[in-house]
């Protein structure tokens, strides 16, 4: 998983810098694609966060594909969904299972970031281990972005 690389960036580096390096990845948050753009997010909103989060969970030939929409006007949320977006790119689901809920001591930001943006982004690891590890069913995912490939 590249995520455990890109997590080992910020070890040992001092809150100020953390965060600047958080928001240099906001630069990096590749457009969803067009198909999605058109349709309506719903089902898709990270409710836990204050910033619009749209995140769409695929899983296709067991291997998880993440694509996100979050504003420019937010680069601290905007590079943290990058950075898991380009980190757990092609992971299994049972490896999104095992990561962490909080990333944030990871990252050097548990005493840096206000409790809110805190939860808003345990929220979006968990949004993210909850739609890469649910059942497979249509039925179930209807409405969710969610794709089983083959």
């Known amino acids: 998983m590249k995520l455990d690389e890109l997590l080992a960036e910020f070890t040992g580096v001092d809150p100020e810098e953390a965060l600047e390096m958080l928001i240099d990845f906001s630069d990096s948050l590749p457009p969803v694609s067009p198909g999605r753009a058109a ?6 909103r990270v409710q836990e966060c204050q910033t619009p989060v749209d995140l769409w969970v695929d899983v296709i030939d067991g291997k998880v594909h993440l694509e ?17 977006v380009a980190g757990l790119a092609d992971s299994t689901p049972e490896e999104i299972r095992k990561l962490p809920d909080d990333l944030l001591p990871q990252l050097g930001l548990a005493e840096t970031l206000g409790m809110t943006r805190q939860r808003g982004f345990r929220g979006i690891v968990a949004f993210i281990k909850r739609e890469a590890t649910a059942p497979t069913d249509p039925a179930v995912r209807k409405g969710t972005g969610f794709f089983q490939g083959k």
């Open 39 to 44: 349709r309506d997010s719903q089902g898709c």
């Open 68 to 84: 996100a929409s979050v504003p420019e006007k937010s680069p601290t949320v905007r590079g943290f969904v990058s950075m898991l």
